[in-house]
């Protein structure tokens, strides 16, 4: 059992908790130290100039009342717009966009805890130098590389195809890696290792080459930025234990979620979009065999991005 797990957590096995928030209003909620994990997948910023609507979303108790959208359970709802911005996606926003959402990370982390960040080229570099500052350049363990072949190539540079995953331990004289607990691979020229090791594989490096999620795939859900459950198991059983909380604050489609639960974890998913909520929670519903109710943390009355 973990430090951030109580007996009575132990016996009722996983479970998964989702909250549809802003999670800049949802973080300070959670308990102090309450994670062991922490993955998240923020939004890549693409150069591309995007729009931001920030919508209010109430449930409809009274039939009379108008309504725009059904959730679960035939539950009704109000859509509010209450402002649309357009901005570009630059390199200066970002950080700042990210950095109060990673000091919460930090203390969010148990003593031993892990924070994994997936971004791309375009940032990665920005958002480490905001991650020394808040763990300590010594907090620094790896950064992984989600290596893939798939989608267009350009004629113009080298074409980009890998993801960069950015781990940092709280405290990097004690965090959980769990060597034994590694899925292995097979070798690229197994005929140059004898039998039994090329019947055993090897570990992994930290170039991982796995493939996107299938648009066919049974995993598929049809959430745009959904990652491959494969590359999160990895990471939740090599760096937690089972009977663990992990926790995702961008969680889109809920893959973590997948992860953790197959693996016998506890998770935390917030997002602020209702379409991820409702992926999500019929998702995990069905691997848990359970209907999931998600919670709502109401932002104040201030601009949230």
Excluded at 28 to 43: M, N, Q, S
Excluded at 88 to 114: C, I, N, T, W
Excluded at 178 to 198: F, Q, S, W
């Amino acid at each position: 059992m973990s430090e951030a797990q109580t007996p009575d957590e132990a016996a009722r096995g996983p479970s998964v908790r989702i909250i549809h928030a802003n999670n800049l209003v949802a973080l300070p909620h959670l308990p102090a130290a309450g994670f062991r994990l922490i993955y998240i997948d923020p939004p890549f910023n693409t150069g591309k100039s995007q729009v931001r609507r920030r919508l209010r979303t109430t449930r409809v108790a009274d039939a009379s009342e108008p309504s725009d959208r059904t959730g679960f359970a035939g539950a009704r709802y109000a859509t509010t717009l209450l402002d649309t911005k357009a901005y570009a996606d630059s390199f200066d926003d970002f950080p700042a966009f990210l950095e109060p959402r990673l000091r919460e990370a930090h203390r969010l982390l148990s003593d031993d805890g892990s924070l994994f960040v997936h971004l791309d080229y375009r940032e990665v570099h920005y958002v480490k130098v905001l991650l020394d500052t808040i763990f300590g350049r010594d907090s620094f363990i790896n950064e992984l590389i989600w290596a893939y072949d798939f989608g267009g190539r350009t004629k113009k540079r080298w074409s980009a195809k890998h993801d960069n995953i950015l781990w940092y331990a709280k405290d990097p004289k004690r965090y959980v890696f769990r060597y034994d607990e590694m899925d292995r691979i097979p070798y690229m020229a197994p005929g140059l290792v004898g039998p039994d090791k090329a019947a055993r594989g090897k570990t992994p490096t930290d170039v991982w080459w796995h493939t996107i999620v299938s648009p066919t795939g049974k995993e598929k859900t049809g959430y745009p930025t959904q990652k491959p459950v494969g590359v999160l198991r990895r990471i939740v059983s090599v760096h937690s234990d089972p009977g663990d909380h992990v926790l995702d604050f961008f969680a889109g489609s809920g893959s973590l979620g997948a992860a953790a639960l197959a693996a016998g974890r506890s998770a935390t998913l917030i997002d602020s979009n209702l379409e991820a909520i409702e992926v999500m929670t019929r998702r995990l519903g069905a691997q848990l065999g359970a209907e999931l109710t998600p919670e709502q943390i109401p932002a104040p009355d201030q601009n949230l991005q």
